[in-house]
T-cell receptor, first 113, second 114 residues
Framework: DVKVTQSSRYLVKRTGEKVFLECVQD?????MFWYRQDPGLGLRLIYF???????EKGDIPEGYSVSREKKERFSLILESASTNQTSMYLC????????????FGSGTRLTVV | AQSVSQHNHHVILSEAASLELGCNYS??????LFWYVQYPGQHLQLLLK??????LVKGIKGFEAEFIKSKFSFNLRKPSVQWSDTAEYFC????????????FGGGTRLMVKP
């Protein structure tokens, strides 16, 4: 079974803090994705990566950055957290080359106060 | 650009009722279509997917979906829901020029009353 593990289930951070959300997958998937999930808005893509050190902006990249130094790990960084970044963050991974669909992590619920 | 619209945000049904959740996508080329489900407190799981061939796709737990190309639709159906189907359901599309990227709809929250 493919596993996508997000390091924290719940996080509470203060406005202005730098926040790191970590995601690790164990099936050698090339593609990794970060989404945020908000009620009524579904899942919106923040960033994705199709290879080590490669990254592409998604639909809502503002206020976020990412890092992919190793194939299995994809980090989402909030440079200066704001209250409007309070959300559920979902990491996903997939194989490259076909419409395989994603495997999702359990999510990190981030609250910025 | 590809987009997905789910018309029903909240659906409440009694057990044994039939279910149909609407999903329409916007994309002019070849598409791959997915339904994901998120049970309370759990991660998103793939329910079913359409790549090609028979437009009626059967998934897990008795769910099925029909791809109607002329209507740009991929509606999810189940003939008789159970309390355990209470969850949020997401439709997603992958267009042929989008690489492996999925675009998700806004989701539909289904509550099944026992």
């Amino acid at each position: 079974d493919v596993k996508v593990t997000q390091s924290s289930r719940y996080l509470v951070k203060r406005t202005g803090e730098k926040v790191f959300l970590e995601c690790v997958q164990d099936m050698d998937h090339e593609n990794m994705f970060w989404y945020r999930q908000d009620p009524g808005l579904g899942l919106r893509l923040i960033y994705f990566s199709y290879d080590v050190k490669m990254k592409e902006k998604g639909d809502i990249p503002e206020g976020y950055s990412v890092s992919r130094e190793k194939k299995e790990r994809f980090s989402l960084i909030l440079e200066s957290a704001s209250t409007n970044q309070t959300s559920m963050y979902l990491c996903a991974s997939s194989l490259q080359g076909g419409p395989y669909g994603y495997t999702f992590g359990s999510g990190t619920r981030l609250t910025v106060v | 650009a590809q987009s997905v619209s789910q018309h029903n945000h909240h659906v409440i049904l009694s057990e044994a009722a039939s279910l149909e959740l609407g999903c329409n996508y916007s994309y002019g080329g070849t598409v791959n279509l997915f339904w994901y489900v998120q049970y309370p407190g759990q991660h998103l799981q793939l329910l079913l997917k359409y790549f090609s061939g028979d437009p009626l796709v059967k998934g897990i737990k008795g769910f099925e979906a029909e791809f109607i190309k002329s209507k740009f639709s991929f509606n999810l159906r189940k003939p008789s829901v159970q309390w355990s189907d209470t969850a949020e359901y997401f439709c997603a599309v992958n267009g042929d020029n989008a690489g492996n990227m999925l675009t998700f709809g806004g989701g539909t929250r289904l509550m099944v009353k026992p």
